[in-house]
T-cell receptor, first 113, second 116 residues
Framework: DQQVKQNSPSLSVQEGRISILNCDYTNSMFDYFLWYKKYPAEGPTFLISISSIKDKNEDGRFTVFLNKSAKHLSLHIVPSQPGDSAVYFCAASVQGGADGLTFGKGTHLIIQP | DSGVTQTPKHLITATGQRVTLRCSPRSGDLSVYWYQQSLDQGLQFLIQYYNGEERAKGNILERFSAQQFPDLHSELNLSSLELGDSALYFC???????????????FGQGTRLTVV
């Protein structure tokens, strides 16, 4: 049973527009959420995170929104740039828990020129 | 560069064999995690060590084992290898026990294991 789901395997967005990547989770105990970005032949790189006490966190062009009642989070990238083309993984954890980070399968974001 | 070093980068071996993957965490990080990424799969958590002790266990097969040494480097041992074990194996490290805000995990570049 997949506890963190990224239902879009890929997403194509025009350069300069907004990219919205979605993530759903089923485990109501999750209270910390992260987004990682991965280029081919490299390890995942931490991008941004959000604790369950917040509903929004911003870092430059990246904003993560958390809707706890819907068990849904999203990553907004605006404006999208060619270098944003990568696979984005959503991850979740229970702070202080013993199960590490649970990752989704990833969404491949393609920024079109 | 995340500061996490994994060796080797690539490994090709035959079924039934045993291999050891090595990970050096970022300086100062006490936690080491191992993840497996198979084709079309997300990152599957295998195991976590914190300051030399096993802290959390995920979907790790009994044929696999890991340890963290006093200098905090870690090794993942995979034995009786099967074709299905072919995957990318990532090591990550964090300063604390992980999962807490501000203690994000930093990943190495991975070891690509091919079992033939």
């Amino acid at each position: 049973d997949q506890q963190v789901k990224q239902n879009s395997p890929s997403l194509s967005v025009q350069e300069g527009r907004i990219s919205i990547l979605n993530c759903d989770y089923t485990n109501s105990m999750f209270d910390y959420f992260l987004w990682y970005k991965k280029y081919p032949a490299e390890g995942p790189t931490f991008l941004i995170s959000i604790s369950s006490i917040k509903d929004k966190n911003e870092d430059g062009r990246f904003t993560v929104f958390l809707n706890k009642s819907a068990k849904h989070l999203s990553l907004h990238i605006v404006p999208s740039q060619p270098g944003d083309s990568a696979v984005y993984f959503c991850a979740a954890s229970v702070q202080g828990g013993a199960d590490g980070l649970t990752f989704g399968k990833g969404t491949h974001l393609i920024i079109q020129p | 560069d995340s500061g996490v070093t994994q060796t080797p980068k690539h490994l090709i071996t035959a079924t039934g064999q045993r291999v050891t993957l090595r990970c050096s965490p970022r300086s100062g990080d006490l936690s080491v995690y191992w993840y497996q990424q198979s084709l079309d799969q997300g990152l599957q958590f295998l195991i976590q060590y914190y300051n030399g002790e096993e802290r959390a266990k995920g979907n790790i097969l009994e044929r696999f084992s890991a340890q963290q040494f006093p200098d905090l480097h870690s090794e993942l041992n995979l034995s009786s290898l099967e074709l299905g074990d072919s995957a990318l194996y990532f090591c990550a490290s964090s300063v604390g026990q992980g999962g807490y805000e501000g203690t994000e995990a930093f990943f190495g570049q991975g070891t690509r294991l091919t079992v033939v």
